[in-house]
């Protein structure tokens, strides 16, 4: 970790505990209320209180590019030291959550397609809407009767962009058109995506 980084965090951690612990002045405030308080002021004692409400979120879709924890851990400090360099880009056209998964999520992708040994390629064939069809996809159901352990292991042997849009989708219960959003491609691309991962999960798996 950078001496950079370090005293960022160290900064924001200090004043969450200490200066707005108890009769915190802004409890109140909105995600949205709250940004335009920070980028008024370029205030990075405040932006600790925005990072308390979102880090297990920006988290979890780290661990979904990363190769472990600690790796999730560096993501995280990574995408929060950009987010209050790049603060003022939030125009308030979304919710600030919205677009905050939205940023962690392209940073994610950025940090995999610069790291040359684990690039991510799309191998995904375009394919029309009405030539898509569901009748060979893996039940939903069967994941989720899948054991908790076993899944997390299967999880953490696929790639990283796999691992990612499936956790997005059944874990965070993001829809078809907040992927297609998300991850800026077409509606048929998204669902062969999810298609082809659930796939290579349940090959995984089985093979526990």
Known sequence: MTFL?????????????????????????????????IVANN???LFGKLYDRHAKMVYNKCYGFAKSEDEAEDLTQDVFL?????LKMFKGKSKFSTWLYSFTYNFCVNYVN??????M???????QDSEYKLTSEIPDEDLFE????????ALGMISPEDKSILLLKYQDGASIKDLVNLMEIGESAVKM?????????????KTL
């Open 193 to 205: 995506r999810l298609k082809r991962a659930k796939e290579k999960l349940m090959q995984i798996y």
């Open 146 to 153: 899948m054991k908790t352990k076993k899944l997390k292991k």
């Open 121 to 127: 390629s799309d191998k995904s064939v375009p394919v």
């Open 82 to 86: 950009q987010l209050f360099i790049k």
């Open 43 to 45: 205030n990075p004692l």
């Open 5 to 37: 980084k370090r005293l960022f965090l160290t900064l924001i951690h200090h004043i969450d505990k200490n200066s707005l612990e108890t009769n915190d002045p802004y409890a109140h405030l909105s995600d949205e209320e709250l940004v335009k308080k």
């Open 114 to 119: 610069r790291n040359k040994q684990r690039k």
